[in-house]
């Protein structure tokens, strides 16, 4: 059984050092990873998600996440670009699927891009996405099973996936990495987390 059926079916707590919220057998399963030309038709509300990273040669990725109704058409992914550059990408992914909402991991490098795209998509005009600043750091809306925010979105996405409610229309190794190897634990009050950013990448490197 999954990390997430012992806690909340099972009543069982998997130790510090569980691995992946999925299998890659669970992240591959062909209902959930489609491949199919034309693609099939979007409908439903429209959420881009954004992950600013630095512009310097190590800094990870920025990445520029799609969903429309349970499907994922894209997440597009750039390396060393400065914030003034992945507002410009941003805007042609508002331009192409005309979101409800553009949500922005607004901790330190994210403020500054969170800031241009309120001054190019001001609330008062109606036509325009909401944006949404975040802070995956801060307590999760569900506190009391999860540890931050960010483990709380990992586990939803996780678990959208798991029970195939979720469609993915493009290979995304990244994303299949992330939800299969980092590692899962649970804190001394039974919280789910998953390993931050650095400790994945120093347990890689090393």
Not at 27 to 56: M, T, W
Not at 79 to 97: P, S
Not at 106 to 133: C, D, H, K, M, W
Not at 137 to 144: D, I, L
Request: aromatic content about 8%; glycine content about 6%.
């Amino acid at each position: 059984n999954t990390n997430g059926y012992k806690i909340r079916v099972a009543g069982e707590f998997p130790s510090a050092d569980a691995t992946g919220l999925l299998t890659a057998e669970e992240y591959n399963h062909p209902e959930v990873q489609i491949r199919k030309f034309p693609p099939p038709d979007l409908f439903g509300e429209c959420v881009v998600s954004v992950d600013p990273a630095g512009s310097s040669p190590e800094a990870d990725a920025s990445t520029i996440g799609v969903r429309v109704g349970n499907m994922v058409p894209e997440i597009l992914t750039f390396h060393g670009l400065k914030e003034v550059e992945l507002a410009e990408q941003i805007r042609l992914v508002i331009k192409k699927y005309t979101p409800d909402s553009v949500v922005v991991d607004s901790i330190g490098l994210g403020a500054a891009t969170s800031t241009l795209l309120e001054e190019q998509y001001p609330s008062e005009v109606l036509t325009n996405p909401r944006i949404i600043r975040l802070n995956v750091g801060m307590s999760a809306t569900n506190s009391v099973d999860f540890f931050n925010k960010r483990s709380e979105l990992y586990w939803h996405a996780a678990n959208a996936i798991r029970t195939r409610t979720v469609q993915i229309l493009e290979d995304i190794p990244f994303l299949e990495t992330d939800l299969t190897e980092l590692h899962t634990g649970y804190t001394s009050k039974r919280k789910f987390q998953i390993e931050t950013k650095d400790a994945f990448r120093e347990r890689n490197e090393g």
